[in-house]
């Protein structure tokens, strides 16, 4: 049980799928403008990475390695993937066309969200079972979501501020990211 929380906290926080690791950059930085948006996106990053990564183990354990395929796992993942994210912009089209609008572009990246397929070779290569691999998915999309939330705060407040005109834009926003990784550098220090 010990093992399973410490899997879920370091995908969160201690290796942070942004801001340790510099994964799903594009849309971290692209949808962090509204709040609403990052939420949002959070949430189907969620859902996609948690069911990406049962799926992914799935095929993995009982089709790939079986049967010798091990070196189709990038390519069957993507695909994996790339069917999930097409449900849940099915979804969100359907229910909550808002949402589905605000996300606009960033919604069909995360099938080529590099986060999202990271972390499923990531459990292939740390050899989790299936609970651990949906734990690590699931404690991985936490840790973007708290990312891309928290940088969407930062990025309400800063609009409000008269900021000198060279770091206007673009640059703050990167430097606002990279005091948020140095803060996350922190939990590296924590051990159970």
Do not use: W
């Not at 399973?4 to 801001?19: E, H, K, Q």
């Not at 049962?54 to 395929?69: E, I």
């Not at 994210?85 to 099915?90: K, L, N, R, T």
């Amino acid at each position: 049980m010990k093992s399973l929380i410490l899997i879920m906290i370091s995908g969160a926080l201690i290796n942070n799928v942004v801001l340790n690791q510099f994964l799903g950059i594009c849309s971290f930085l692209g949808v962090s403008k509204q709040m609403k948006a990052s939420a949002s996106l959070g949430g189907a990053v969620i859902f996609v990475m948690t069911i990406a990564s049962a799926v992914a183990s799935l095929l993995y354990d009982f089709v790939l390695k079986p049967y010798g395929l091990d070196f189709m796992k990038t390519i069957v993942f993507i695909l994996v993937i790339a069917a999930l994210v097409q449900i849940v912009e099915m979804f969100l089209k359907k229910k909550s066309p808002a949402v589905y609008q605000s996300l606009g572009i960033y919604l069909p990246l995360i099938t080529t969200n590099c986060a999202v397929l990271g972390i499923a070779l990531t459990n292939v290569q740390n050899e989790y079972n299936f609970i651990e691999s949906v734990l690590a998915g699931f404690g991985t999309a936490v840790g973007f979501t708290l990312a891309i939330i928290l940088l969407a705060g930062i990025r309400s407040r800063i609009r409000e501020e008269d900021l000198p005109r060279p770091v206007r834009g673009a640059p703050i926003v990167l430097i606002s990211a990279a005091l948020m990784s140095i803060a996350f550098m922190g939990f590296s220090g924590l051990a159970f």
